[in-house]
């Protein structure tokens, strides 16, 4: 399951205007479904951008990272640097200012590689319709900056929590979360998975908690209404939750927003 940098953007941006402003102590947080693809530059970057936000607001958090797979959840175990091909930075100012946001918060300077750090390895992909080779992304430069301190630290004293499960039925105990970010995850669940994995999660979200879902449209399960999924304001209700914002839509794919009533 892959992933990139850019992800995760209408998310912040939906924290920073809507779920922060109501947060006064500890924000919990809930991520469900990072991803990876055996590639560094392939990284679940939303944890850390969000921890680096949090962090940069001056607002102390907790987080549990949910994921059916072991391999995101080892890799955000032992994960030291991020790493952004040049190339992804190009493709349009809202990656590069991203980027650059997580780096002012977490009080970085852009390091560009030019050479294959010891370790490092990562495959050559398909983006744009062009083949992106290894040697490619190293002569435009690969951008790397460290985990958040507080990512770092809240590893090792429990503050962040690991938990390798299926959203449908992920022991999450008596957890009350602030915000939930499930992208690009439903639409790999068959829709008999994806009630669970909502009455779950909305189980689990605090009175005016927000959570993030969405529907990609062309491939997968639908979840929305719209998009011809079972999901609709009916239902919504029966989990106690209402649309709130509509972060994103084109004609086959939609972000919303869901308020805890
Ligand atoms: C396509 S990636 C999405 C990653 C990231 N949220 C994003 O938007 O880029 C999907 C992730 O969800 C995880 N996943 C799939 N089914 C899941 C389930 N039933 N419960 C928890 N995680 C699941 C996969 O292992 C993978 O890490």
Redesign the pocket.
């Known amino acids: 399951?892959?992933?990139?940098q850019s992800?995760?953007r209408l998310e912040i941006d939906f924290l920073s205007r809507k779920a922060m402003p109501s947060i006064e102590e500890t924000c919990s947080v809930l991520?469900?479904?990072?991803?990876?693809d055996n590639d560094p530059i392939r990284c679940?970057?939303?944890p850390y951008n969000i921890g680096a936000y949090l962090e940069a607001e001056g607002i102390d958090y907790e987080m549990t990272i949910?994921?059916?797979?072991s391999?995101?959840l080892a890799d955000l175990r032992t994960r030291q640097k991020l790493y952004v091909p040049n190339h992804n930075l190009s493709v349009g100012p809202k990656s590069r200012r991203f980027w650059e946001d997580y780096l002012a918060r977490t009080g970085q300077e852009d390091e560009v590689l030019h050479e294959m750090e010891k370790g490092l390895m990562f495959y050559d992909y398909i983006d744009n319709g062009g083949l992106v080779s290894s040697k490619a992304y190293l002569e435009s430069g690969i951008h790397t900056a460290q985990i958040p301190r507080s990512f770092r630290e809240k590893l090792h004293n429990g503050g962040i929590s690991l938990l390798e499960?299926?959203?449908?039925r992920?022991p999450l105990a008596d957890a009350k979360f602030e915000f939930v970010?499930?992208?690009?995850?439903l639409y790999?669940?068959p829709s008999d998975?994806q009630k669970m994995?909502m009455v779950n999660m909305s189980a689990h979200l605090a009175s005016g908690g927000r959570m993030v879902v969405n529907d990609l449209g062309y491939v997968g399960t639908p979840l929305l209404m719209r998009q011809g999924g079972w999901l609709d304001e009916g239902k919504l209700a029966d989990l106690g939750l209402a649309v709130e914002e509509v972060l994103a839509e084109t004609s086959s794919s939609q972000t919303v927003a869901l308020r805890k009533c």
């Not at 991520?31 to 990876?36: A, D, K, P, Q, S």
């Not at 949910?66 to 797979?69: A, I, K, M, P, T």
């Open positions: 399951m892959q992933t990139n992800r995760g991520i469900v479904g990072v991803g990876i679940p970057y939303l949910v994921d059916v797979d391999k995101p499960a299926d959203i449908a992920a970010s499930c992208s690009n995850v790999l669940i998975g994995a």
